[in-house]
């Protein structure tokens, strides 16, 4: 069987201010080293490759946890917000309201101006759980909340509309399994990093 637990990177400053953070190369707030402060994946996953988006947040937290050898893996960096990137949803809601509604309720397509979609994202996710499913055994992945968002879509068949099908705690380990296809199926979500 071939399990894959996905972590989101730890808290940055645009994180606390509640900013849309997708390309944009933040690092780690001091919060968010704290947060990581004496843990550690749980003992079931030594052993198992680790995988980090190229973005420096990720990198930071795969470091932290003691893994500063973790892949490099493109397919793990985070939406392209385009024009909305850095800015607060809230504020922009607020300003586009008619217009951010719309674009909200595609789901899957839903795009900031000059952005990347969700579906983009699942695609090229996709494309890296086949190879990971090919390769066997147990992976980790740090990476960020969309690309966790997309491996909820395609194990639970959620076109990303409304509310997701199961609500995550954005500082534990989500793991699950890839069939023989590599669509995934939760094993394991919410499970918390484990303290040294």
Same mark, same amino acid.
């Given at each position: 069987? =071939?399990?894959i637990?996905?972590?989101?990177?730890a808290?940055? @400053?645009w994180?606390l +201010?509640? %900013?849309?953070? $997708?390309?944009?190369?933040i690092?780690?707030?001091?919060?968010g080293r704290a947060?990581?402060?004496g843990r550690r994946?749980?003992a079931?996953?030594?052993?198992?490759p680790w995988h980090?988006?190229?973005?420096?947040?990720?990198?930071e937290?795969?470091?932290?946890?003691?893994?500063?050898?973790?892949r490099?893996t493109?397919?793990?960096?985070?939406?392209?917000?385009?024009?909305f990137?850095?800015?607060?949803l809230?504020?922009?809601? =607020?300003?586009?309201?008619?217009?951010?509604?719309?674009?909200? @309720?595609?789901?899957? +397509?839903y %795009?900031?101006? $000059?952005?990347?979609?969700?579906?983009?994202?699942?695609?090229?996710?996709?494309?890296?759980?086949?190879e990971?499913?090919?390769?066997g055994?147990?992976?980790?992945?740090?990476?960020?909340?969309?690309?966790?968002?997309?491996?909820?879509?395609?194990?639970?068949?959620?076109?990303?509309?409304?509310?997701?099908?199961?609500?995550?705690?954005?500082?534990?380990?989500?793991?699950f399994?890839?069939?023989a296809?590599a669509?995934?199926?939760?094993?394991?979500?919410?499970?918390?990093?484990?303290?040294?």
């Open positions: 069987m =071939t399990r637990a996905f972590l989101r990177h808290r940055t @400053a994180n +201010d509640g %900013r849309l953070q $997708g390309r944009a190369d690092p780690l707030a001091p919060e947060d990581l402060s994946a749980p079931d996953l030594d052993g198992a980090v988006s190229p973005l420096l947040r990720a990198r937290t795969a470091t932290l946890l003691g893994h500063g050898e973790a490099v493109p397919a793990l960096i985070e939406i392209d917000h385009g024009a990137e850095g800015r607060r809230a504020d922009i809601r =607020t300003e586009r309201t008619a217009a951010m509604a719309e674009l909200e @309720a595609l789901g899957l +397509d %795009r900031g101006p $000059g952005g990347e979609s969700p579906r983009e994202v699942r695609d090229r996710v996709a494309g890296w759980l086949r990971v499913a090919a390769i055994g147990d992976h980790v992945a740090v990476c960020h909340k969309t690309v966790i968002r997309v491996v909820l879509s395609l194990a639970y068949d959620w076109d990303m509309r409304g509310k997701p099908p199961v609500r995550l705690d954005w500082t534990g380990l989500h793991i399994a890839l069939d296809a669509r995934p199926a939760p094993l394991r979500l919410d499970q918390p990093l484990e303290r040294t």
